[in-house]
């Protein structure tokens, strides 16, 4: 996770650079400020996987010496189908509507976020401590 980590921390130099050619070529604040966040974006992000990547065991992809076997094996559990990510959509994009057209339509919306949100994290949940 060394490459993606220095590859982010990378980015939030260059925007960094970036900002301050901005900021003193144009003096307009909203393009400063959105390069400044994406400053901060990007350096959070490499923090992050810098720290994470640590504490982890080194994988196969980190190894320089690495065949391809080493990177066999299962990778975790994908969901084969799920209409909850569908149903998770569309009540956002109630939600949304819903901003625009009145604050009862948004609230409708917003409950069926939750509820569509608590669908989709306890989908293969079968009883207590069950994976």
Do not use: K, N
């Amino acid at each position: 996770m060394r490459v993606e980590g220095w590859l982010f921390l990378g980015c939030a130099i260059f925007f960094g650079v970036a900002d301050i050619f901005y900021w003193y070529l144009s003096h307009e604040p909203t393009g400063a400020t959105a390069l400044a966040l994406a400053v901060g974006l990007a350096f959070l992000i490499g923090f992050y996987v810098l720290f994470t990547g640590r504490r982890l065991p080194q994988r196969p992809e980190d190894d320089p010496d690495g065949e391809i076997e080493h990177g066999t094996g299962e990778l975790g559990f994908f969901s084969p189908h799920s209409w909850w990510p569908l149903f998770v959509g569309l009540s956002g994009a109630l939600a949304a509507i819903g901003v625009a057209v009145g604050w009862w339509l948004f609230l409708i919306g917003l409950l069926a976020v939750v509820l569509s949100v608590i669908g989709f994290v306890f989908e293969y949940y079968r009883g207590h401590f069950a994976h």
